[in-house]
């Protein structure tokens, strides 16, 4: 009698291949009402400043999306890719806010989690109003951020049981999770990405490990120039201003060792003659330190040289209308 070995079925493990470590991916969209920190929380994710953030409400205007890839030693790993997006304007409706708002809801419609940002220990109607635009089918988690200026930590407990009772309920459940935190927070950003891996599938990869963004230099050398605009400036100016960039010039480096040179131009639009004065500030001070701010930044951020040249120009009405928004680079 003889024996011969069987054929291998197919749920036979086969010996030496190792199965490929599982790869997750996904996109995750970061939304709320002005002001309550989804640019810082983009960059604290990202581990990389990506969006421009300030003290002031209106700070982002456009989709912009930050890319983490957290690999495993087995080759394996989550490629989170998270789209920061404008607060949600639920008050004056000109042209510039009506942009803003299609960003948004372009932004949230097609994505894996939200993360659905508001203030620690306030849940206002500004808040409510932006909850209801988002899609039913896509989870959503409450990010209660700034838990840092929270004084009264016990005031907290009561906030977030009586959140999960409104809107966590079996029944009415509205949010997947609660994530009490703060965006400047370390080990907060860390124990987030536990948090957010779970609901991203199962694919492959859809950008490098090393990639950060999919936005342009000459984008981020716009933001940027917004951004110190916005620091250095008064609280009228914000919403009235915007940049576009006239020259964006790269130069390959003259020796081994040296940097490439970026050569910008760009033009800062304001609405009225006294704004164009608040700019360019006393002997022309301030937009020389807008100046030199943007450029220590943008050689960091993008590894060179820079030289930049900024102008002012009044357009008045640009932000009432909807030509003019167009065509200053908004949706
Ligand atoms: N203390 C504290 N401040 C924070 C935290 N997160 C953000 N901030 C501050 O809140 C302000 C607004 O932050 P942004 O990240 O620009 O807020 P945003 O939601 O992106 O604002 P818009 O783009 O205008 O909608 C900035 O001054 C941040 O430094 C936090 O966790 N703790
Ligand atoms: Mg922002």
Redesign the pocket.
Known sequence: MTTTASEPTPLDPVPGAATPAPRRCGLVA?V????????????ALVGQKI???????????HRITGIRTRPTPEGGGTQFVFV?????QTRHANALNRSLNKTVLGAVADVDLILF?VEAGRFTTADAKVLGLLAKDIPVLLIA?????VHRRADIAPWLAQMQAEHGGAQQARFAEFVP?????AK?IERLFAVCEKYLPEQAWWYDEDELTDRSEKFLASETVREKLFRLTGDELPYTSTVMIDKFEEEPPQRKGQKRLVRIAATIVVERDGHKAMVIGDKGERIKRIGTETRQELEKLMDCKVFIELWVKVRSGWADDEARVKSFGYE
């Open positions: 970061i709320g009402k002005p002001n309550v920190g989804k640019s810082t929380l983009l960059n969006s421009i953030t300030s003290r002031k409400a209106q700070t982002t205007r920061d997006t404008p607060g949600f940002v951020n700034k838990l840092d200026t935190m703060s965006a400047k927070n907060d």
